[in-house]
């Protein structure tokens, strides 16, 4: 199951004895799910792990944390030490990847191509962020996928620590992009 979180938390209850908060890290409320609860996003729970959210809005957070069993498993997640990377950078990998991203970007326009490397993505990022976590983070990458390094890098910076988030992302582009060419 789930390692130890570095910070204590209460046991989970239910929704019932607090009122829905916007938790999440923008002014955005379309996500909330059906009975109104606004679920925080993965940076707002990394920001709430370092302890640099405001002290009413990480309040808000642990109660709410306290009573939702996913965005607990997200949360504890983040909280376990990040993978260490198991072999070195393949030094030959970035002249691949600038030779095939300007193929992509003669490429990419063709129907269904931001899908498929989305999909591929999530399978290359679901064992470090969850399966759960991969479609949150994707989310917000366009069907034409031309935003999805500049949408998934920063997040990973900020959950795996710089070096090992641009090892991921090199090994997103190989799994993902350069063998879609
Ligand atoms: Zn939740």
């Known amino acids: 199951m789930y390692g130890q979180p570095r910070l204590a938390l209460p046991a989970p209850e239910t929704h019932d004895n607090h009122r829905p908060v916007d938790l999440s890290g923008s002014s ?6 059906p009975d109104g609860v606004i679920h925080p996003d993965l940076s707002v729970l990394i920001r709430c792990r370092d302890g640099i959210l405001p002290p009413e809005r990480e309040a808000a957070i642990r109660i ?5 069993r996913p965005c607990l498993a997200d949360y504890r997640r983040l909280c376990l030490p990040p993978a260490e990377p198991t072999h070195p950078p393949d030094p030959g990998l970035l002249a691949r990847i600038r030779s095939s991203i300007r193929n992509w970007e003669a490429q990419r326009s063709g129907a269904g191509w931001g899908e ?5 993505t999530a399978r290359e990022i679901g064992p470090f962020l969850g399966n759960n976590g991969a479609r949150i983070l994707l989310q917000p990458v366009s069907d034409d996928g031309c935003n999805l390094l500049s949408t998934i ?3 990973l910076g900020e959950f795996l620590g710089k070096r090992a988030a641009s090892e991921l992302v090199s090994r997103v582009v190989e799994a993902a992009i350069v063998r879609t060419l």
Do not use: I, N, S
């Open 153 to 155: 890098e920063p997040v």
């Open 64 to 68: 709410h944390l306290a009573g939702c």
């Open 116 to 120: 498929a490397v989305k999909f591929r």
């Open 28 to 33: 955005q409320q379309a996500c909330g799910p």
